[in-house]
């Protein structure tokens, strides 16, 4: 059977786990019609680039799943349906890849990066002392003509 990657985005007003039902919801879906699903992911809700249906956020999980054709179709009509889901994309891949999506991975390297107070070192800011900015050596501008004056 055609491996497929499905990735969809649920209204932003939806609770966690609603937003974890429909991933449950729609794996029931596949497997009702012929197909598995190899992986389910929720990725949480992400703030997207431009407003879908009055909606600036939204909840986004993957599925990857291994199901005919008329399976995979079938879901898609549905979900197309459903009132809570605002987008849709489904993408056929040649083999699914070992580990976690890039977004999970995202999501793990930030819980992971921990506390960045000395990233940058002492830069001065708010409440530091004042330095004196140092111009090195940048010779004299000279005089320069006030705007009213004529050119000669």
């Not at 390297?109 to 107070?117: F, I, N, Q, Y």
Request: aromatic letters at 6%.
């Amino acid at each position: 059977m055609p491996l497929y990657e499905h990735v969809f985005i649920a209204r932003q007003d939806l609770s966690n786990t609603q937003a974890e039902g429909l991933v449950e919801h729609f794996s029931t879906v596949l497997s009702d019609n012929g197909g598995k699903v190899v992986e389910s992911e929720y990725w949480g809700v992400k703030t997207m680039a431009y407003k879908i249906n009055k909606n600036r956020k939204g909840h986004y999980a993957l599925l990857k799943s291994d199901a005919p054709a008329a399976a995979v179709q079938e879901m898609e009509r549905l979900m197309r349906l459903h009132d809570d889901v605002m987008r849709v994309l489904t993408i056929k891949v040649e083999k699914h890849p070992e580990g976690p999506s890039v977004q999970m991975q995202k999501r793990d390297e930030r819980e992971g990066r921990g506390d960045r107070d000395g990233d940058r070192g002492d830069r001065g800011g708010f409440g530091g002392e004042r330095r004196e900015r140092s111009f090195g050596d940048r010779p004299d501008r000279g005089e320069r003509p006030s705007f009213g004056a004529p050119r000669r």
